[in-house]
């Protein structure tokens, strides 16, 4: 996994934070006066939950049997 394919597949990421973490990117100033080290965090933290972009990166994953 690359940080082009978290790119490349954005919406999931968006959706993603959203619903596990109640974080609008959509609203202006969401992600103001949060580090790089605070997103990246919530993004991995992503990776390792059942969400879209874990099941989108690793479709063949135990994960996407789950739902």
């Known amino acids: 996994m690359s940080w082009l ?6 919406e ?30 919530r993004i991995a933290g992503l ?3 059942d969400t879209r972009i874990a099941r989108a990166l690793d479709p063949g994953d135990d994960r996407s049997s789950r739902r």
């Open 5 to 10: 394919d978290l790119l490349t597949r954005w």
């Open 12 to 41: 999931l990421v968006e959706a993603d934070l959203h619903s596990e973490f109640g974080i609008d990117l959509d609203r202006s100033g969401a992600l103001r006066g949060r580090s790089w080290r605070w997103l990246r965090t």
């Open 47 to 49: 990776l390792v939950a």
